[in-house]
């Protein structure tokens, strides 16, 4: 008999091993799995049961020869797919479950969870330093765009391995840079470039709003009117298409996709969820702006803290749910 920790930090089981297979079949565990034998106070992923290397995709053998070992190197779970039943399964986001879990995973690894995230956060500020530079400073702005989804994904990828009790350390923040760099930085471009689409009738409008306020040299009631509603329309679909894609990065980095099935994933999942989502994302704004308070000391907690929340959430919506045992 045994037991495994489910996606959502919980414990399923005891079941047999025929029943732990079919969920491995069932996509449901994965070689990353913590698990847990009758008889035994270890946890252990199920890649190292000798007795289910044959049932694991990623680690079966061919024909003749010997079970190859996980490489440790590689991004969280980077041989795994998307969840069998991922579109049709009922979508589950505890919002505030989420920073509950973040609270305890930053507090129990805050020297590496925030040392990452504070890492990367001097990374930035420092390019953005250089990039006040005359000529060279656009030269380092544009290297700081181009790095920027890359870094971020390998926070995410660190915060997962954390998260499911894998190996990591604070070099796993360049594994986006090593590993998947290209699908990240076109993650991160497309969406931009899509979002930049999707605001050009909302600027035209207040574009419009300002003429008229020119023409009749002040701001009169009409353009007023249509500047405000010049700026809803930027507004609604700017923020529609940010919380749709919010998981693109951390599923091109777990799932090992490319950027656009990565996008679209994200889209249909988050959509049947968007308000849930929505409110995620308006409390990790607001809880960094109450850090930033502190001349901005308190975002070295505020945002791994955030971006580990984030990931919960990620987790919840795109994780392999096992089923519960009776």
Same mark, same amino acid.
């Given at each position: 008999?045994?037991?495994?920790?489910?996606?959502?930090?919980?414990?399923?089981?005891?079941?047999?091993?025929?029943?732990?297979?079919?969920?491995?079949?069932?996509?449901?565990?994965?070689?990353?799995?913590?698990?847990?034998?009758?008889?035994?106070?270890?946890?252990?992923?199920?890649?190292?049961?000798?007795?289910?290397?044959?049932?694991?995709?990623?680690?079966?053998?061919?024909?003749?020869?010997?079970?190859?070992?996980?490489?440790?190197?590689?991004?969280?779970?980077?041989?795994?797919?998307?969840?069998?039943?991922?579109?049709?399964?009922?979508?589950?986001?505890?919002?505030?479950?989420?920073?509950?879990?973040?609270?305890?995973?930053?507090?129990?690894?805050?020297?590496?969870?925030?040392?990452?995230?504070?890492?990367?956060?001097?990374?930035?500020?420092?390019?953005?330093?250089?990039?006040?530079?005359?000529?060279?400073?656009?030269?380092?702005?544009?290297?700081?765009?181009?790095?920027?989804?890359?870094?971020?994904?390998?926070?995410?990828?660190?915060?997962?391995?954390?998260?499911?009790?894998?190996?990591?350390?604070?070099?796993?923040?360049?594994?986006?840079?090593?590993?998947?760099?290209?699908?990240?930085?076109?993650? #991160?471009?497309?969406?931009? @470039? +899509?979002? %930049?689409?999707?605001? !050009?009738? /909302? &600027?035209?409008?207040? *574009? $419009?709003?300002? =003429?008229?306020?020119?023409?009749?040299?002040?701001?009169?009631?009409?353009?007023?009117?249509?500047?405000?509603?010049?700026?809803?329309?930027?507004?609604?679909?700017?923020?529609?298409?940010?919380?749709?894609?919010?998981?693109?990065?951390?599923?091109?980095?777990?799932?090992?996709?490319?950027?656009?099935?990565?996008?679209?994933?994200?889209?249909?999942?988050?959509?049947?969820?968007?308000?849930? #989502?929505?409110?995620?994302? @308006? +409390?990790? %704004?607001?809880?960094? !702006?109450? /850090? &930033?308070?502190?001349? *901005? $000391?308190?975002? =070295?907690?505020?945002?791994?803290?955030?971006?580990?929340?984030?990931?919960?959430?990620?987790?919840?919506?795109?994780?392999?749910?096992?089923?519960?045992?009776?």
């Amino acid at each position: 008999m045994y037991k495994i920790i489910g996606t959502d930090g919980k414990e399923y089981g005891p079941v047999t091993a025929d029943q732990l297979r079919r969920w491995i079949s069932e996509g449901r565990v994965n070689a990353h799995t913590r698990a847990q034998a009758e008889g035994s106070t270890e946890w252990q992923p199920i890649s190292a049961f000798p007795e289910f290397a044959l049932s694991l995709p990623e680690l079966a053998a061919p024909a003749g020869g010997s079970v190859p070992p996980v490489p440790p190197s590689q991004p969280a779970a980077s041989s795994a797919e998307l969840p069998a039943d991922l579109f049709q399964r009922p979508p589950d986001l505890d919002v505030m479950g989420c920073f509950s879990r973040a609270w305890e995973l930053v507090t129990r690894n805050f020297g590496l969870v925030g040392g990452a995230a504070a890492l990367m956060l001097v990374i930035q500020i420092f390019m953005g330093l250089l990039g006040m530079i005359p000529i060279v400073g656009a030269l380092v702005s544009l290297a700081s765009m181009i790095i920027g989804g890359p870094l971020l994904g390998g926070l995410y990828s660190l915060i997962l391995r954390v998260i499911r009790n894998e190996p990591a350390e604070i070099g796993n923040l360049f594994d986006g840079l090593r590993l998947r760099f290209l699908q990240l930085f076109l993650t #991160v471009l497309i969406t931009g @470039l +899509l979002t %930049g689409v999707a605001l !050009l009738p /909302g &600027a035209l409008v207040v *574009g $419009l709003a300002v =003429f008229i306020g020119v023409q009749a040299h002040e701001a009169t009631a009409v353009s007023i009117l249509i500047g405000a509603a010049g700026a809803v329309i930027i507004i609604i679909p700017v923020l529609f298409l940010s919380i749709s894609w919010l998981f693109a990065l951390p599923l091109v980095m777990d799932k090992n996709i490319e950027f656009w099935p990565a996008m679209e994933a994200s889209r249909k999942v988050t959509f049947r969820v968007w308000i849930k #989502v929505f409110v995620l994302v @308006l +409390l990790m %704004g607001i809880i960094n !702006l109450v /850090g &930033a308070i502190p001349c *901005g $000391l308190g975002l =070295f907690f505020t945002i791994p803290l955030c971006y580990s929340a984030m990931i919960y959430g990620y987790e919840d919506l795109f994780g392999i749910r096992p089923a519960r045992a009776a």
